[in-house]
């Protein structure tokens, strides 16, 4: 069974500091990792995948097997990174478990 | 291309009632996912297909849901009888295994059973 853990709902932080959304997941062979983030009236999209290893929009995310963690981060929030952000596991099946998701609000 | 499209994006009806909501995925992609998501459980997989096949639906909660594909640009997620705890937003996604399984969602349509 795969399964994914965010368990933090609610994140709040000022402009200017430093942002990590924590993930966890269960899988028994190697997934692909993502985060997908839903920004205020907009559709859910991806952000980035650990296959690719970039920083988009300044966040970054490295896979730790060891700890079967997949955490993102952002050494400096942006107002515009306030959304909604889903960490999620893919297994062979192409088929996506999703987090519960983490509101991130950025306060000026 | 205009993305996925759903219909329709708001559903306001009675309990008792049928729904039925409407996806069209990017074309050319081979699988299609529909979502639900709720405050309390998030976002979780109902069903998905791979050309126009159903292939997994273990996340239907149960036989009042049904899901339909009749060709690869049309799907329909059907909910008989409604019931006040369907109330949910429900997201169609499609993707191609040639574009490195990212998943493109539609916009969702917000269902309210009252």
């Known amino acids: 069974a795969q399964r994914v853990t965010q368990p933090e709902k609610l994140l709040s932080v000022f402009k200017g500091a430093p942002v990590e959304l924590k993930c966890n997941y269960s899988y028994s062979g190697s997934p692909e990792l993502f985060w997908y983030v839903q920004y205020s009236r907009q559709r859910l999209q991806l952000l980035l995948r650990h296959i690719s290893r970039e920083s988009i929009k300044g966040f970054t995310a490295d896979l730790n097997k060891g700890e079967t963690s997949f955490h993102l981060k952002k050494p400096f929030a942006q107002e515009e990174d306030s959304a909604m952000y889903y960490c999620a596991l893919s297994g062979r099946d192409y088929k996506l478990s999703f987090g519960a998701g983490t509101t991130v609000t950025v306060r000026a | 291309d205009a993305g996925v499209i759903q219909s329709p994006r708001h559903e306001v009806t009675e309990m008792g009632q049928e729904v039925t909501l409407r996806c069209k995925p990017i074309?050319?992609?081979?699988?299609l996912f529909w979502y639900r998501q709720t405050m309390m459980r998030g976002l979780e997989l109902l069903i998905y297909?791979?050309?126009?096949?159903?292939?997994?639906d273990s996340g239907m909660p149960e036989d009042r849901f049904s899901a339909k594909m009749p060709n690869a640009s049309f799907s329909t997620l059907k909910i008989q009888p409604s019931e006040p705890r369907d109330s949910a937003v429900y997201f169609c996604?499609?993707?191609?295994?040639?574009?490195?399984?990212?998943?493109?969602f539609g916009p969702g349509t917000r269902l309210t059973v009252t």
């Open positions: 996604a499609s993707s191609s295994i040639f574009r490195n399984d990212e998943q493109y």
């Open positions: 297909f791979n050309n126009n096949v159903p292939i997994d």
């Open positions: 074309s050319g992609h081979d699988y």
